[in-house]
């Protein structure tokens, strides 16, 4: 099982970014983690971190015949982009949707997932275990 794991915008400062929001695990320290748990697992994880929509719009066009799922956190993307929506879309890869933090007791804006109808499943609020809770859920899929 091979993973894409995509976050977008502003998920690059993961540490010292609202660490009272987004806790103290700076983005290579996560991106390490999964990819330790994801072999712990008999599994592959990538990484890929851009602020830019259309770069995670690739990502997503280029995961087709080269992983077998995507987890992606698309940061405020998440509330608006419609591009990434129907990226999920047009591509035969399963995704789950990840946030860090518990989106529903937050602002009214970041209470609607625009890219959510697009994935198997979201999972907010477990901080960065939710990452692994995605890959770990897809394992079980695979091999039960
Ligand atoms: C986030 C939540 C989004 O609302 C926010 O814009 C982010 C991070 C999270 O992981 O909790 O950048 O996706």
């Known amino acids: 099982m091979k993973f894409l794991i ?3 915008p502003n998920l690059n400062l ?3 970014r609202e660490p009272g929001i987004y806790g103290s ?3 290579e320290a996560l991106c390490a983690m999964l990819k330790d748990k994801a072999a712990a697992m008999g599994a592959e994880a990538d990484c890929f971190q ?6 995670l719009i690739d990502a997503i066009h280029g995961a087709v015949g080269n992983y077998d799922a995507i987890i992606m956190n698309p940061g405020a993307f998440t509330h608006y982009s419609y591009a990434i929506l129907d990226a999920l ?22 209470h609607k997932s ?10 907010c609020g477990l901080g960065t275990f939710g990452y692994v809770a995605a890959m770990t859920y897809f394992m079980e899929q695979r091999h039960g």
């Open 6 to 8: 995509l976050n977008g």
């Open 14 to 16: 993961l540490g010292s």
């Open 25 to 27: 695990t700076g983005y």
């Open 50 to 55: 851009s602020n830019h929509e259309g770069a």
């Open 89 to 110: 879309k047009a591509v035969d890869v399963p995704c789950i949707e990840v946030h860090i933090s518990n989106v529903h007791q937050r602002e009214e804006f970041r």
């Open 114 to 123: 625009v890219t959510a109808p697009a994935c198997v499943g979201q999972i």
